[in-house]
């Protein structure tokens, strides 16, 4: 069974088009996260979601929407796609604890090209 | 990665100690991660540390805290083909609540059989 599964593994599209990844966990965890990675494998993080709730948003422009249906699920719509947009995406989930050392899970991770 | 950083690449023989380095500025951190991230495969938690710790052992991994320099070090003995990977050193700066970790930008392993 794997605990955080993300769809699809490999895009490849134009500038300009409209895409979405999708990520659903397994784990019951509380929190979700979407993350980049470049080339160089610098790991950055673009937005974290807490029960459905958006709570980290870290300078991302605004052709990314993230969207959590529910505290499974939290997909990722990126419009008017760009060269610079070309990254592996990683959906993760964690629960949030007020003490005690947290675990991100990783899904496999999304390669997007943008062509 | 701003706040975490790590030296880009590490090869040594299989069999030898693999020995990658980290430092992080953020003093609050309470908690300290060595992430693990195969080949075409999402990131895996290796190990951590608590603050109040200085060294951690498990199994064929030693984690080396030096809190007073900020440095994170992470010791692989008897470094095997499989140990071939990108490790990533990371933090939280607030333990509490919500978790924002920041990654180094990794350490890529090559391990020459």
């Known amino acids: 069974d794997t605990a955080v599964s993300q769809t699809p593994k490999y895009l490849v599209t134009q500038m300009g088009n409209d895409k979405s990844i999708k990520c659903e966990q397994n784990?019951?965890?509380?929190?979700m996260y979407w993350y980049k990675q470049d080339s160089k494998k610098f790991l950055k993080i673009m937005f974290s979601?807490?029960?459905?709730?958006?709570?980290i948003n870290e300078t991302v422009p605004n052709r990314f929407s993230p969207k959590s249906p529910d505290k499974a699920h939290l997909n990722l719509h990126i419009n008017s796609l760009e060269l610079g947009d070309s990254a592996v995406y990683f959906c993760?989930?964690?629960?949030?604890?007020?003490?005690?050392?947290?675990?991100?899970?990783f899904g496999e991770g999304s390669r997007l090209t943008v062509l | 990665g701003e706040d975490v950083e790590q030296s880009l690449f590490l090869s040594v023989r299989e069999g030898d100690s693999s020995v990658i380095n980290c430092t992080y500025t953020?003093?609050?951190?309470?908690?300290l991660y060595w992430y693990k991230q195969e080949p075409g495969a999402g990131l895996q938690l290796l190990t951590y540390?608590?603050?109040?710790?200085d060294m951690k052992q498990d199994q064929r991994l030693t984690v080396l805290l030096n809190k007073k320099d900020k440095h994170l070090s992470l010791r692989i003995a008897d470094t095997q083909t499989g140990d071939s990977a990108i490790y990533f050193c990371?933090?939280?700066?607030?333990?509490?609540?919500?978790?924002?970790?920041?990654f180094g930008i990794g350490t890529k392993l090559q391990v020459i059989p």
């Open positions: 953020d003093s609050s951190s309470t908690y």
């Open positions: 784990l019951g965890h509380d929190t």
């Open positions: 990371a933090e939280i700066p607030d333990s509490g609540g919500y978790q924002k970790v920041t």
């Open positions: 540390i608590f603050s109040n710790m």
């Open positions: 993760a989930s964690s629960q949030v604890r007020l003490a005690g050392a947290g675990e991100l899970f």
């Open positions: 979601y807490n029960n459905k709730e958006l709570i």
